[in-house]
Structures are given as structure tokens and as C-alpha cells.
């Protein structure tokens, strides 16, 4: 079956644009997530939706960052005004279950702000 | 915040000899997983452990939470090339909520035939 999808697969920004990412779950997965990976580094927590609630949004780095999953499938993390620290692969993940137990990772987007 | 430390950053092995990973947390953890991560692409979810002094095995793999479930480790059995990778360990602390993962840097693996 299809397995986590995101696209752009590369996004290049001029530094202050504004940038949409998309992500389309496994079909019926009930949570989402999305992390932001730097070269060499773990993936690091951004936030995470049950559905189209959006339970922790703890990781968002700034308030330029803004993450929606508005029917409970389909969700966007939108940057605005972006600055070159944001360059990173962004990965989104989704788990079948209320309680997460292993997420499934799409390839992820890699953003590169100049 | 919590932390999450792995070591080693880097280990180079021969096919067939063994491969040990630690990971170390700050914070007493409600479960840790593992996902194994090939160059270029994303991670892949490999095992979750819950309870205190858990061992699980998959294969070549052993994983274990320690008695504090501050710690674990992942001891790979006679490696082949197709191990490579980067394994990360990743946690979720004890009050916080369910999605929250929080990552270690990660171990590269390289196996020389």
C-alpha cells in the first residue's frame, strides 16, 4: 500500500519567502506529525495532530512556523518569512493508533533557504 | 528539556563482527523506539519497548530497556553490509503527551565486507 507522501521532495527558498509543505498520510492513520532534521542530526519534534486536532505544537521553533490538518488527513506546515536556519529536511510521520506507537516516515522535503 | 545521548557517534565494523549502540536519557522515558535510517532516505520504524527491563529480539537484533528506563541499547549479532545506517533512539518522557519523541543524534554504522 502507499506509504506516507510529501511533496515538494526539494524546496528551494529565497531568504524572507513564504513556503508551504504538504503531507498526505497512510490512508486512515489517525496521527500525524512533523519533524525537522539537520544534516548529521535525530529528528527533532515540531508537532503532532490526532486527527484534525492539533494536541502539541510544544517543537514549532518561532511563530513563523504554522502547521494545519484541517479534515483529519491532508496536512500543511507553512514557514513564513524564511530565514537560513530553517534549511533542513522537514519529515512527516503517521501512526494508526490514539497512542502512537511506530511512526511511518515519508522522505521527507528538503528545504534550502539562500 | 529532556535529552537524549547516543554513543558512539560513528562505528566503522568487518562483516560478521558485532555492533553495540547505547542510548541515554535525561529523563526516565514512558517507552523508547528505534528506527534505522539508510543514506538518503527516512527512518524506519524497527522496535518499541515499554516495560523495565525489557529484551527483544528481531532476528540478528537485540534491544533492551534498562531497569530505570533511562537507558537502552541495540546489539546487532554478526553484521552483514546491509546494515548500514544511522540508528537513533528516540523517547518519550514520562507526563509528556503521546507524539512527543524525542530523538538521539543517531549512530552511522559502516560495515566493510
Known amino acids: 500500500g502507499a506509504g506516507v507522501s510529501q511533496s515538494p521532495r526539494y524546496k528551494v527558498a529565497k531568504r524572507g519567502q513564504d513556503v508551504a509543505l504538504r503531507c498526505d498520510p497512510i490512508?486512515?492513520?489517525?496521527?500525524l506529525f512533523w519533524y525537522q532534521q539537520a544534516l548529521g542530526q535525530g529528528p527533532e519534534f515540531l508537532t503532532y495532530f490526532q486527527n484534525e486536532a492539533q494536541l502539541d505544537k510544544s517543537g514549532l521553533p518561532s511563530d513563523r512556523f504554522f502547521a494545519e490538518r484541517p479534515e483529519g488527513s491532508v496536512s500543511t506546515l507553512k514557514i513564513q518569512r524564511t530565514q537560513q536556519e530553517d534549511s533542513a529536511v522537514y519529515l512527516c510521520?503517521?501512526?494508526?493508533?490514539?497512542?502512537?506507537?511506530?511512526?511511518?516516515f515519508g522522505n521527507g522535503t528538503r528545504l534550502t533557504v539562500t | 528539556g529532556q535529552q537524549v545521548m547516543q554513543i558512539p557517534q560513528y562505528q566503522h565494523v568487518q562483516e560478521g563482527e558485532d555492533f553495540t549502540t547505547y542510548c541515554n536519557s535525561s529523563?526516565?522515558?514512558?517507552?523508547i523506539q528505534w528506527y534505522k535510517q539508510r543514506p538518503g532516505g527516512h527512518p524506519v520504524f524497527l522496535i518499541q519497548l515499554v516495560k523495565s527491563g525489557e529484551v527483544k529480539k528481531q532476528k540478528r537484533l537485540t534491544f533492551q530497556f534498562g531497569e530505570a528506563k533511562k537507558n537502552s541499547s541495540l546489539h546487532i549479532t554478526a553484521t552483514q553490509t546491509t546494515d548500514v545506517g544511522t540508528y537513533f533512539c528516540?523517547?518519550?518522557?514520562?507526563?509528556?503527551?503521546?507524539?512527543?519523541?524525542?530523538f538521539g543524534q543517531g549512530t552511522i554504522l559502516t560495515v566493510h565486507p
Open positions: 529523563t526516565t522515558l514512558s517507552n
Open positions: 490512508s486512515g492513520h489517525v496521527s
Open positions: 510521520a503517521s501512526s494508526l493508533a490514539l497512542r502512537p506507537e511506530a511512526l511511518h
Open positions: 528516540a523517547g518519550r518522557a514520562s507526563g509528556t503527551s503521546y507524539g512527543k519523541l524525542t
